[in-house]
């Protein structure tokens, strides 16, 4: 038995005008939210939205409590953190030897915070931001001296704070943060 020879199917034509519509509802939306009376805006950087207790952002390395154990790499699900093998002088006996220690490439990370939970020393934390520029994609890779130090964080010395709050007629409102407020 010889199968059947598929049938091309033809899409209606639709003229130049039927394009223009959909074009012309798209541009509507759009002017649609922009007069709404309810929209919000956050005027980046000069406004920046301040982050609860516990944001889980940019992970930052205590090599000093750090005790080379790889639990961080090994839980990574995004295989964003990784051990590098540097050489050091042994304080104690002066010989040299070889260490593992964790570096981060961001590119991979999905700051889900497996990392600094699995650690057995604290040595990795979360800092409470996530809003930090790279020039190249280069950058976004950290060796071991830049994954000691928090990235530079410019919103915070530039901008004012602010939070949102849920408001029963308007939806989300955005408000000045308070000091204390939780």
């Known amino acids: ?29 759009g002017v649609k939210y922009f007069i709404d009376p309810k929209r919000f805006t956050l005027i980046y950087p000069k406004e920046y939205n ?3 207790e516990g944001y889980r952002g940019f992970i930052v390395l ?3 409590k750090c005790i080379n154990c790889a639990s961080c790499a090994r839980i990574c ?13 042994d304080e104690k ?4 030897k070889v260490k593992n220690w964790p570096v981060i490439d961001y590119r991979r990370c999905i700051f889900c915070g497996y990392c600094v939970d699995v650690c057995p020393t ?3 934390y979360h800092v409470p931001y996530h ?7 280069a950058e976004m890779y950290l060796d071991l001296e830049s994954f000691q130090k928090p990235p ?3 919103a915070a010395e530039e901008g004012i704070p602010v939070r949102y709050i849920v408001d029963e007629e308007r939806g989300l409102v955005k408000v000045p943060y308070k000091e204390g407020e939780k």
Do not use: C, S, W
């Open 50 to 52: 301040k982050l609860r």
């Open 122 to 124: 604290e040595a990795l």
């Open 152 to 154: 530079e964080y410019k």
């Open 131 to 137: 809003d930090v520029v790279y020039q190249n994609m």
């Open 77 to 89: 699900p995004a295989a964003a953190m990784k051990m590098i093998r540097i050489p050091e002088v």
């Open 1 to 29: 038995m010889v199968p059947p020879k598929p049938v091309p199917k033809t899409k209606p034509r639709r003229g130049i005008f039927h394009a223009f519509k959909g074009n012309l509802e798209a541009l509507m939306i």
């Open 62 to 64: 205590i090599k000093q």
């Open 93 to 96: 006996t002066g010989k040299q």
